[in-house]
């Protein structure tokens, strides 16, 4: 049996991050695009609003709020390394 590659355990952590949730999983994927640094930048995020208590308890809407954050955080990333 072939060993399970990073892409394919990267996939794994999402779907279990997201409760098996295909909406969620779609909305995390479209931004992800098999980037790992997205992929850490957006697990790290939905975690958050998890932890902060965020009030949206929808699976679906919470992967948005976490891409966007994520989106966001990039942004300024990218814009600081631009800078520097």
């Known amino acids: 049996m072939p060993d399970i590659t990073t892409e394919q355990t990267n996939q794994l952590e999402l779907l279990q991050t997201l409760n098996y949730n295909n909406a969620a999983v779609k909305e995390a994927v479209e931004f992800i695009q098999d980037d790992q640094f997205k992929h850490r930048l957006f697990i790290q995020q939905y975690q958050r609003l998890l932890n902060t208590g965020y ?7 919470r ?9 966001e955080a990039l942004a300024v990333i990218n814009t600081t390394a631009a800078t520097e």
């Open 55 to 61: 009030p949206e308890s929808e699976v679906v809407s």
């Open 63 to 71: 992967a948005i709020t976490a891409v966007q954050a994520s989106t």
